[in-house]
């Protein structure tokens, strides 16, 4: 400090200033009310529900029921089978028999009763000429004899080709009927899939429209439990949108020069003075 310059330089304080800056009392009130209601709704527990899955419908048990019922038309097949091997066999008598016109023994009494009537014609008729035991008579009555029996082997040829006949169109029909039988298997072990696919196919439908309505029940549920949270988001997005209006207080400091600083430099500035007056000339 000098004694001779006058006042001294103090060092100044620098200004500061604090500024508090809080939302309007009514909209910080609320907002702080808003924190409670979420931090009340956060802390209950959710249920969360379980997730289900819809089970088979009973059209699908069926199919599956039905799916495990193999050779449908296996017995159809194995007859068809039996068919074609009985129709393959070779045709005997026992075949043809069964077919010979029932009649035939008569036919061949009747063609000897006739043969026999002209033998007995011609043996009269020698006794009438006289020639009755000749070379002639018995000529004839050989040729006679052979057209008789001729006849008779004829009628009987006939019922046998025409039994033979038959067994072999019964034949053909058998072997016919048989692969009939074994495509008819094959249609029915074909219709059993074609059923078992629809059982499936509208099972499958049942049990998507069960798992949409699970899945309904599930998402209702969810959306009751998080009801809370979606009012309160509601209420924080409309406080976050609402006024903005703040309040703030402001406090502040200026540079001052302490007290003894004053003193000092008044002491001073008094004694430089009284100096000034002791010398010569000064006024």
Do not use: C, H, W
């Not at 009555?141 to 006849?151: H, N």
């Amino acid at each position: 400090m000098s004694f001779f310059g006058g006042r001294s330089s103090q060092p100044t304080t620098p200004t500061t200033q604090t500024s508090f800056v809080r939302e309007a009392p009514g909209i910080e009130e609320r907002k702080i009310e808003l924190m409670d209601i979420a931090r009340q709704v956060a802390q209950q527990p959710i249920n969360l529900p379980d997730i289900q899955v819809a089970p088979l419908s009973g059209l699908e048990q069926q199919g599956i029921t039905a799916a495990g019922t193999t050779g449908v038309g296996a017995g159809t097949v194995q007859q068809g089978i039996g068919q074609i091997l009985g129709a393959a066999a070779p045709i005997g008598q026992q075949q043809i028999s069964q077919y010979l016109n029932p009649y035939q023994q008569y036919v061949t009494d009747e063609i000897a009763r006739q043969g026999q009537m002209m033998q007995n014609q011609l043996g009269a008729q020698a006794i009438g000429a006289g020639a009755f035991g000749g070379g002639r008579e018995g000529v004839q009555q050989a040729e006679l004899q052979g057209r008789t029996l001729s006849t008779i082997g004829q009628s009987l040829g006939q019922g046998f080709q025409t039994a033979l006949g038959a067994a072999q169109r019964q034949q053909q029909v058998g072997l016919a009927a048989g692969q009939q039988l074994g495509q008819m298997g094959g249609l029915q072990q074909q219709m059993a899939g074609q059923d078992i696919n629809q059982l499936f196919a509208a099972g499958g439908v049942q049990r998507q429209l069960a798992q949409q309505a699970l899945d309904a029940q599930r998402q209702t549920t969810l959306q009751q439990q998080y009801e809370p949270y979606q009012r309160a988001e509601f209420l924080a997005n409309l406080y976050a949108a609402g006024p903005k209006t703040q309040s703030g207080i402001t406090m502040g400091t200026a540079p001052s020069t302490s007290p003894l600083a004053q003193a000092v430099g008044t002491g001073i500035g008094a004694f430089a003075a009284y100096q000034g007056a002791k010398q010569p000339g000064t006024i």
